[in-house]
């Protein structure tokens, strides 16, 4: 299993950024995929999830109404499409997902909301 994250980058406040998620090595159209993120001296969080077949989504409070999660199963590929960004989105953001009892992780992308 294999989860590469691109997409971050440095960007102003009430700007835009999209993340990509390239996965491999499973069957990727049968597991959710999450983003979560994690600031600097704080604990990670999950940002959003989306079902298999992208049918479901959620978010975390901070992040609804800006934020969206997507995929593409044909592409292997999961998005976050992150608008109106905030400097407290600052943060790594990771992919993930869960095959049994096992946690997947990319290395993560940096995020960088400043002016």
């Known amino acids: 299993v294999q989860l590469v994250e691109s997409g971050g980058g440095l960007v102003q406040p009430g700007g835009s950024l999209r993340l990509s998620c390239a996965a491999s090595g499973f069957t990727f159209s049968s597991y959710t995929m999450r983003w979560y993120r994690q600031a600097p001296g704080k604990v990670r969080e999950l940002v959003a999830y989306i079902a298999g077949t992208g049918s479901i989504t959620n978010y975390a409070d901070s992040v609804k109404g800006r934020f969206t999660i997507s995929r593409d199963n044909a592409k292997n590929m999961v998005y976050l499409q992150m608008n109106s960004l905030k400097p407290e989105d600052t943060a790594v953001c990771y992919c993930?997902?869960?095959?049994?009892?096992?946690?997947?992780w990319g290395k993560g992308t940096l995020v960088t909301v400043s002016s």
């Open positions: 993930h997902t869960r095959i049994g009892e096992v946690d997947y």
